[in-house]
């Protein structure tokens, strides 16, 4: 059976930091795997993906210079580190990750796994 299970999420004033945490069970990460948003009333968006072959990271505009993906082999764990946060980055973040690769990976459909979700909350 096939886990993802975030942590790290929290409540911060803006220009704060967080870092969230993905850690795998039952899969190996391949192909992509990264983060995605959803604010209340909005569709579910891209954040950061990495590539796990080529560690190449993709990132969204919105947080480009400011957040950071990485990942851990041995642990099959991908973190995503969140600085001089802003309130418009609240949001529920997901992790997700690809059994196979598939194109459109800067959409949610492209993916086959996802966490439970972890909410982030940023104060003016």
């Known amino acids: 059976q096939v886990q993802l299970v975030e942590s790290g999420g929290g409540l911060v004033e803006a220009g704060g930091s967080l870092r969230l945490s993905c850690a795998a069970s039952?899969?190996?990460?391949?192909?992509?795997t990264g983060w995605f948003r959803q604010a209340p009333g909005k569709d579910r968006e891209f954040v950061a993906i990495v590539t796990w072959s080529t560690d190449y990271p993709y990132y969204a505009d919105s947080v480009k210079g400011r957040f950071t993906i990485s990942r851990d082999n041995a642990k099959n764990t991908v973190y995503l580190q969140m600085n001089s946060l802003k309130p418009e980055d609240t949001a529920v973040y997901y992790c997700?990750?690809?059994?196979?690769?598939?194109?459109?990976?800067?959409?949610?459909?492209?993916?086959?796994?996802w966490g439970q979700g972890t909410q982030v909350t940023v104060s003016s």
């Open positions: 997700a990750a690809q059994s196979r690769l598939r194109s459109g990976v800067f959409g949610p459909a492209a993916y086959d796994y």
């Open positions: 039952g899969l190996t990460f391949s192909s992509y």
